[in-house]
């Protein structure tokens, strides 16, 4: 059975930093990129950023670059996203979601609150 299981969301101030985990297990170890989303009260779930497994490239929502960094433990079949310089429009349910093949984000996390307080 495909899992994700976020981890690391909270309540931190502005400027502050936090680092969430996606821990997947039962099949999703070969997974051809992992994507963070997130989505705030009253809006739709938008893109932050991905990872691909095999070579580690990564991409961003252009909100986030040079503050977010997102990362890989092949090992641990976990996914990191380092939140720095957090702002209040940070704060969103942060889900992590699986490709399996290049094709769509089939398989998702529970999702971890993030609230940044100004």
């Known amino acids: 059975q495909v899992q994700l299981v976020e981890s690391g969301g909270g309540l931190v101030q502005a400027g502050g930093s936090l680092r969430l985990s996606c821990a997947t297990s039962?099949?999703?170890?070969?997974?051809?990129?992992m994507g963070w989303f997130r989505q705030a009260p009253g809006k739709e779930r938008e893109f932050v950023a991905s990872?691909?497994?095999?070579?580690?490239?990564?991409y961003y929502t252009n909100s986030v670059k040079g503050r977010f960094t997102v990362s890989r433990d092949n090992a641990k079949n976990t996914v990191y996203l380092q939140m720095n310089n957090l702002k209040p429009e940070d704060t969103a349910v942060y889900y992590c979601?699986?490709?399996?093949?290049?094709?769509?984000?089939?398989?998702w996390g529970q999702g971890t609150q993030v609230t940044v307080s100004s």
């Open positions: 979601a699986a490709d399996l093949n290049g094709n769509a984000y089939v398989y």
């Open positions: 990872i691909w497994r095999t070579t580690g490239n990564t």
């Open positions: 039962g099949g999703t170890s070969s997974y051809h990129n």
